[in-house]
């Protein structure tokens, strides 16, 4: 096996990327330079933090939910462009618009060839993990949330899979990717976990992270926080707790940097496995490569947040650091 897979965090095409959208070609969303590295990945994935849609009505489920995300069917387009081959959905957003708008998301995403892991109707099949087939393997996907409760699947009910992660690893999480072991090359857990806006990892999302590496993941890859986290090499497999943003109109706090976000590129192959990260710049809706002091900012803080968890990171260009 010898293959490159890209992990993007959240990626939220709402409100006004939506607005954009109206304007601008799906791909320009996207900096040339960001396509090109993109384009040599033999997977993407992603977390989609919207749904997309043109119907539906600003869920009820929860009382004082403060943002509503969905964008155009055009948006499924700025995915492609990136060559998204698939997304997580199990998050906080995807039923904003309640079960039609999420039907019509993963009607969208799989006309466009883009596989869909932790969303569905019923909760049976939203739990299910996916195998999505690159040039050289097969890559199983797992995605799981842990809030909101009130946008659980439930039997002949549209949603999304739900776990109390903070109260351990569920005996039918464990068993997915045991499943997904057998039938695949590599297995990847997709988390959207912890509350937004933190600099390092919980207690209990290390000690989840260590039970799904043991279950048989290769890589968890989380996602929520809006801040990436530092990476943890552990001997069962990598955890990147949190891979931050890589694509919103979101208000930036100038201390978090939440403008701030990574592309991690996983190689695999005959001389060993290791991580490339990219730094992104997220201008209002629009993604670049991170330059000047914003790549000194995430040199740092990959820096600090990596030492923390024993990792060792490697400066290998202005915007480019790998990890063995």
């Not at 069917?73 to 492609?80: D, K, N, W």
């Not at 993941?217 to 530092?230: E, K, P, R, Y």
């Not at 202005?318 to 990890?323: A, L, M, S, T, Y």
Request: with cysteine; hydrophobic share 45%; proline share 4%.
């Amino acid at each position: 096996m010898n293959a490159t897979i890209g992990l993007l965090g959240d990626v939220m095409l709402g409100r006004g990327v939506a607005e954009r959208l109206a304007t601008t070609r799906p791909s320009e969303l996207w900096s040339p330079e960001i396509r090109a590295i993109t384009s040599t990945f033999d997977l993407t994935i992603a977390n989609l933090e919207c749904c997309i849609s043109e119907r539906g009505q600003p869920t009820e489920l929860i009382r004082g939910k403060p943002f509503f995300f969905r964008g155009p069917p055009s948006a499924v387009e700025s995915l492609a462009a990136i060559g998204v081959n698939a997304v997580g959905l199990a998050n906080n957003h995807a039923l904003d618009f309640g079960p039609e708008a999420l039907a019509d998301t993963l009607r969208h995403l799989e006309a466009a060839g883009i596989r869909v892991a932790g969303a569905r109707e019923g909760q049976e099949r939203a739990r299910r993990g996916i195998a999505v087939t690159g040039s050289d393997l097969t890559l199983g996907l797992v995605a799981v949330t842990d809030h909101p409760a009130q946008f659980e699947a439930g039997e002949g009910t549209w949603g999304v899979s739900y776990a109390d992660l903070r109260a351990g690893v569920p005996a039918w999480l464990v068993d997915e990717i045991r499943r997904l072991r057998g039938e695949c090359q590599l297995v990847v857990a997709f988390p959207h976990w912890g509350p937004n806006m933190t600099v390092r990892p919980a207690p209990w999302q290390v000690s989840v992270a260590a039970e799904l590496l043991e279950a048989g993941a290769d890589m968890v890859a989380g996602h929520s926080a809006h801040v990436f986290h530092g990476i943890e090499v552990a001997d069962a497999g990598v955890i990147a707790y949190d891979l931050g943003d890589a694509l919103d109109d979101y208000a930036v706090d100038r201390d978090l940097r939440n403008d701030l976000g990574v592309l991690v590129a996983w190689h695999r192959g005959a001389e060993g496995s290791w991580l490339e990260l990219y730094g992104l710049h997220l201008d209002y809706c629009r993604t670049q490569l991170a330059t000047g002091e914003d790549a000194d900012w995430i040199a740092s803080r990959l820096e600090h947040a990596c030492t923390e968890l024993g990792t060792a990171v490697e400066r290998v260009g202005e915007q480019r650091f790998r990890v063995p």
